[in-house]
């Protein structure tokens, strides 16, 4: 969300964006970026400490407790706005187009496409999750609690694989990010080494013109 609300203030007010400094912005989404987990840990501290006779915790949901239900709706009402957020950016940007902004859109379509990659991974991920979240719950009576407690882990190891997922996408979707690592990080890849190795020697050619006896 966050991500996405940056990108509407770069989209529909371009000069005010640019002529910022990035400390400007950095700091803002910094703490933007941590306000919603500083909150869960608020609820579970909360909740643990009412509860000083628990021993151990294994879910989310047994750590912040009845709180799961309006933890839930929050990260729902993230993901709406986010999407609200990618939606009025692809709205912008189709309209830049049509004014004839060819060349001003193509860097920023380049790395809202990427963006809007990895927002249907996420969103996804997270759609998939409650489902089988939703299942497992419906028939926790017939279950297991140790299988329930696989079923439990296997699917928050895959949200953790998807969200592990965002810095490879933007890395092969965008070829502005690729520019930035290789600008930040310049280090040479292997297949760029061998290719070097694998190419045969230059041959210099000496004319006989060009000798002084």
């Known amino acids: 969300m966050v991500i996405g609300l940056d990108r509407l203030l770069s989209a529909f007010w371009p000069i005010w964006y640019l002529s910022r400094n990035d400390r400007f912005y950095f700091f803002p989404l910094f703490f ?9 840990e608020r609820i579970a501290f909360k909740n643990m400490m009412s509860k000083p006779n628990v021993e151990k915790a294994c879910t989310l949901g047994e750590v912040i407790g009845k709180s799961s239900s309006f933890v839930g709706l929050c990260c729902l009402m993230c993901i709406i706005v986010s999407v609200s957020f990618y939606t009025a950016v692809w709205a912008r940007l189709k309209l830049d187009i049509r004014r004839g902004q060819h060349e001003t859109v193509r860097c920023r379509q380049s790395i809202f496409r990427s963006l809007c990659i990895i927002l249907s991974l996420q969103v996804c991920g997270w759609t998939l ?15 297991h609690p140790l299988t329930r407690w696989y079923i439990n882990s296997i699917v928050l190891a895959f949200l953790s694989l998807i969200a592990a997922m965002d810095v490879p996408v933007l890395y092969k979707t965008s070829r502005v990010y690729r520019d930035a690592l290789k600008q930040t990080w310049p280090w040479k890849s292997i297949t760029q080494c061998e290719e070097r190795q694998k190419a045969p020697p230059a041959v210099v050619r000496i004319q006989s013109n060009s000798i002084v006896k």
């Open 32 to 40: 933007g970026s941590a306000l919603f987990p500083v909150f869960i």
């Open 129 to 143: 999750g409650q489902l089988i979240y939703a299942i497992v719950y419906m028939n926790s009576p017939l279950m």
